[in-house]
């Protein structure tokens, strides 16, 4: 049975009511393709509010933004074409690969790119005061290896191997092991291994840079006193995330690389099938390796990833097979409401206007 169209007439009201709940602009793309991954697609635009609020310069779907945790799903799909080399076992110890980085042998590397190891999440010490935290790190640069030593300034929040914890030490530890076993920086492992043959031209590793290269939003932060400011958070070094979540990218380019991963061209069969292997992750969620699987209310489940950075929320999901990709950003970030509202989007894109 053909999925049913997207409805996006009912997704252009959600994005309105993210403007209303705070959010200068906001921005969809869906990539419908009729048969195959690759093959010709339907795509559909749509755009709300300003990219900037200084000059009013409208939102535009082709604009690059920082994309967040959708770059622990790069990071994933690097290790994952490493296990497919032989070169890395997903049941191993970590402490085999990076001896002594981390204090328990238990945490395997799937632990670690499942969310199941344990280690305490840095950012939450980073960022318990939203626009002090960030101010304080926006420009600073860090080593992989200083994230991961606050992290073990606390213990463990569980046995290594038990349930899913979300923590963006696993991915600082991601990178570690990308560094390791390339013998290269994560930056040049994204371009070797997904940006260049799927030629991602929005696509960019620039840490420890601050600037968004090309046309771009900015991206403005919400302030934890209720109707404070905006705070302009374009700039920073992303420097706390790196392989966690330092990535620029464009809903183009985030649907090109969804479709093509569901599609099977970026890892054999064996390794999407590993990184499908889910543990639950709250209702109708599950957490494979590096990818979020979300179950909509028509019986469609759809895989991907969300993303958080100061300035912006990423939502980037596709269907069975890579099919339909869809492609979502606003421009702030601290605000539950916008959250919840874009989450809603799912629905009118993947189950069409029966879902409202
Ligand atoms: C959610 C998403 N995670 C991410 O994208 C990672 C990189 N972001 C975070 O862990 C949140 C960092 C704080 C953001 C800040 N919040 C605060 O400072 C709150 N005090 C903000 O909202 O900009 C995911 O994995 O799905």
Known sequence: TPAPAPDTAGLDALLRTALGQGAPGAAARIDDHRTSYDGP?????????????????AMDTADRFRIGSVTKTFSAVVLLQLVAEG???????????LPGLLPDARITV???????????????DLFAR????????????????????????HPLTGTPGAAYSYSNTNYVVAGLLIEKLTGEPVRTAYEDRIIGPLKLADTFY????????????????????????????????????????????????????????????????????????????????????GLRRRDLSCGISVYGHTGAVQGFYTYAFTGENGLRSYTAVVNTSNNGAVQATMLRTLEPVFCGKWAR
Request: no cysteine; charged share 20%.
């Open 41 to 57: 697609a339907t795509v559909h635009r749509l755009a709300e509010g300003v990219a900037d609020r200084a000059d009013a310069e």
């Open 87 to 97: 070169r890395l076992r997903l049941d191993t110890s970590v402490d085999h690969y």
């Open 110 to 124: 799937r632990h670690v790119l499942g969310h199941r190891s344990g280690l305490y999440d840095y950012t939450e």
């Open 130 to 153: 939203t626009v002090p935290g960030f101010e304080a790190v926006r420009t600073k640069v860090f080593t992989l290896r200083e994230l991961v030593a606050r992290s073990l300034r």
């Open 206 to 289: 620039v840490h420890p840079g601050t600037a968004i290269p090309g046309r771009h939003a900015h991206g403005y932060l919400t302030p934890d006193e209720p109707g404070g400011a905006l705070v302009d958070a374009t700039e920073q070094t992303v420097s706390w995330a790196q392989s966690a979540g330092a990535l620029i990218s464009s809903a183009r380019d985030l649907n090109t690389f969804l479709s093509a991963l569901l599609g099977g061209r970026l890892l054999p069969a064996a390794q999407l099938a590993e990184m499908r292997r889910w543990f639950p992750a709250g209702t109708g969620q599950g957490y494979g390796l």
